[in-house]
């Protein structure tokens, strides 16, 4: 019982982390998005290694897919342009 209650609450605060890798956390902690970005891949990891010792496999799946959402947003991130005008820049009206 008290591995279920471990394993829902890493989930909760592993989704939590990733929400807060945007521009809303880096304000609400005053921290670099680089800081947060280690932060969460080095708890992703933790979690990933304790989860396969304990034999938790569910979290074992949700530290893989986060891990692999991880990695899609930074390879996404990498080959934008970097000279790409900004998407709200477009929507504004004249």
């Not at 005053?30 to 280690?38: D, E, I, K, P």
Request: net charge positive.
């Amino acid at each position: 019982m008290v591995l279920k209650v471990v394993t829902i609450g890493a989930i909760v605060l592993l989704l939590g982390l990733s929400l807060l890798r945007g521009r809303f956390g880096t304000r609400l902690l005053g921290v670099s998005r680089t800081v947060l970005n280690v932060i969460y891949l080095a708890a992703l990891v933790l979690t990933g290694v304790l989860a396969g010792v304990f034999e938790q496999w569910v979290l074992l799946g949700v530290v893989v897919v986060l891990l692999v959402l991880s990695g899609i947003e930074e390879i996404l991130r990498r080959s934008a342009p970097k000279n790409a005008p900004a998407e709200r820049a477009s929507t504004r009206r004249r």
